[in-house]
């Protein structure tokens, strides 16, 4: 699922400062104290066709990427990134086909609806907007939280979205009117990650206050917490099946929890870094970490075990998707990149 954009991301100041060997394209014009970054996507590894090697994507682009996303076709990809905008790129051609504009501030999460016909974007200007993903434009736009919006999903069947924010809340919206349904109140910090289950039933939602949160979607009730993590939960996400809910934390580990109990079922330890963001498998016997030791693992979800290890990226990986058919994984960094690997051979 998305990564945290995280308490202690780096200003915009600081995101402008390539980090070095990273492949790239950067011109900079500097116009008094605005500086224009054209920096790149990197797609490493293998395109659809199962291709090995390195496609570079030109784009404009100003600092790190905060969050990817595979459209459910597995056709393109979503960015959104710190130049307060998201875009659309093409697996096969690499082609930057559409670009999202007109937040007010960094874009922090990006998901595609259930049927791929609209993008979400969440942002550091406090609020989710919906647009169409064949034209670009904005539909509407969801209001309310006081703090950035860190993290946004769409439900099941594409009717409701939800919202995770700096103002230690989760929300839910209508998709079709923009208006707030509920709010899920309890954590006592950021809500870095938010889930929904796969029958739409249930909201998972992850904070810094170290806990992960189960909710009833019609309700709003807590039906559990998941604690155990030591540090900041920064990203949360349901097994295909429902039966597992899945954290990562600035702890340096990911967790594997029962749903129904709330109990800790294992551990994924191996990075030596914060774990940015974590996702499951289409077929659930997978699951994947972005940490900010510049690396991104697969592991066994039966064994815990790590089987595979993603290298290249410069700096820390905010963001990890696995493609719908889970032949291939995407990262994003804060080295400006986005990159995507073939799962079978690490490249």
Do not use: C
């Amino acid at each position: 699922m998305h990564g945290s954009f995280g308490k202690g991301s780096l200003t915009k100041e600081d995101a402008m400062k390539p980090p070095a060997g990273v492949l790239r394209i950067y011109v900079y014009v500097m116009l008094g104290l605005n500086a224009l970054a054209v920096g790149a996507v990197l797609l490493a590894g293998a395109a659809a066709q199962a291709q090995e090697h390195v496609r570079l994507m030109p784009q404009l682009g100003m600092g790190q990427v905060n969050s990817v996303a595979y459209s459910p076709d597995g056709r393109s990809v979503l960015i959104g990134s710190y130049d307060d905008t998201a875009r659309l790129w093409d697996v096969a051609t690499g082609r930057l086909i559409r670009v999202f504009e007109g937040h007010k501030g960094a874009v922090t999460s990006v998901a595609f609806s259930p049927d791929g016909r609209y993008v979400l974007t969440g942002t550091q200007d406090n609020t989710a907007r919906l647009w169409d993903a064949a034209s670009g434009q904005q539909i509407r736009s969801f209001e309310g939280h006081t703090k950035l919006v860190v993290s946004v999903a769409f439900s099941p069947d594409g009717r409701l979205v939800l919202t995770g924010s700096a103002d230690n809340t989760a929300r839910l919206w209508d998709a079709a009117s923009g208006q707030q349904i509920r709010s899920f109140e309890g954590h006592s910090d950021w809500v870095s990650s938010v889930a929904f289950s796969a029958d739409g039933h249930s909201v998972l939602t992850g904070s810094a206050d170290k806990t992960a949160r189960l909710w009833d979607a019609v309700s709003g009730q807590q039906l559990r917490s998941f604690a155990g993590h030591t540090d900041a939960i920064t990203s949360v996400a349901f097994s295909p099946d429902g039966r597992s809910v899945l954290s990562g934390s600035e702890d340096k580990t990911a967790r594997l929890w029962d749903a129904a109990t709330g109990q800790q079922i294992r551990s994924f330890e191996g990075h030596t870094k914060a774990v940015r963001s974590v996702a499951f498998s289409p077929d659930g016997r997978s699951v994947l970490t972005g940490s900010d030791d510049n690396t991104a693992r697969l592991w066994d979800v039966a064994t815990g075990q790590q089987f595979r290890s993603f290298e290249g990226h410069a700096f820390w990986i905010y963001s990890v998707a696995f493609s719908p058919d889970g032949r291939f994984v995407l990262t994003g960094s804060m080295d400006s990149t986005a990159r995507l690997w073939n799962t079978a051979t690490g490249k």
